[in-house]
C-alpha cells in the first residue's frame, strides 16, 4: 500500500469539517522555502470569505492535527483565502470565471506569445478559448497552458 501525502491526509481531515461549515478547499500545499516547512490551506465561500472563517478552519485544523499527529516533520500552518485573483484549476474554477477576464500562462509560443490576456469565453478537456478582443478569438490547445488566473477589474 502506498504512503499517503500530507496533502492527502489533510484533505480527508478538513473536508467534512469545510462542508459543514459552508465552506470550499481551494488548495492545500505543503511546501519547503528557506528551510521551513509551510502546511498552507486555502478555503473560499460565496460571496466572499472572511477573516473569520479563516480562524475557524485554522483552529479546527490546528487541533485536528495536534489531536492526530499525522506528520512528524516540524512545520508552520497557513490558513487564508485564495485572494481576488487566484489560478483556476478545477472545471468549476473555470465555469465560475466564464465570461471574466483572466490571464493565460503558455509553456511555450502560441502565435509569437506567451501570455494572452482577454475573456474567458470556454474551456473543455483540449483547449481553451479567449475573447482578445471584440470579435477576436483565439483557442489554445490545454497541453499548451502552463497556468491560467483570473484578473480583477475594479
Do not use: W
Not at 67 to 87: C, F, H, M, N, T
Not at 94 to 101: A, L, N
Not at 105 to 124: C, F, V
Amino acid at each position: 500500500m502506498s504512503k499517503r501525502s500530507v496533502v492527502e491526509l489533510v484533505t480527508d481531515i478538513l473536508q467534512p469539517f469545510l462542508d459543514k461549515q459552508g465552506l470550499e478547499l481551494y488548495d492545500i500545499e505543503f511546501i519547503k522555502e528557506d528551510g521551513e516547512r509551510y502546511l498552507r490551506v486555502y478555503v473560499d465561500k460565496e460571496p466572499a470569505i472572511g477573516l473569520d472563517d479563516c480562524e475557524k478552519v485554522s483552529k479546527f485544523l490546528s487541533d485536528e492535527l495536534d489531536r492526530q499527529d499525522p506528520i512528524k516533520e516540524k512545520y508552520y500552518l497557513e490558513v487564508s483565502s485564495p485572494g481576488a485573483e487566484r489560478l483556476l484549476r478545477k472545471p468549476s474554477d473555470y465555469q465560475k470565471y466564464q465570461g471574466h477576464k483572466v490571464e493565460v500562462q503558455l509553456m511555450r509560443p502560441l502565435e509569437g506569445l506567451n501570455r494572452y490576456t482577454g475573456k474567458l469565453i470556454s474551456k473543455d478537456d483540449a483547449s481553451l478559448k479567449l475573447e482578445l478582443r471584440p470579435k477576436k478569438y483565439i483557442t489554445i490547445p490545454v497541453e499548451l497552458i502552463d497556468y491560467v488566473k483570473n484578473i480583477l477589474e475594479i
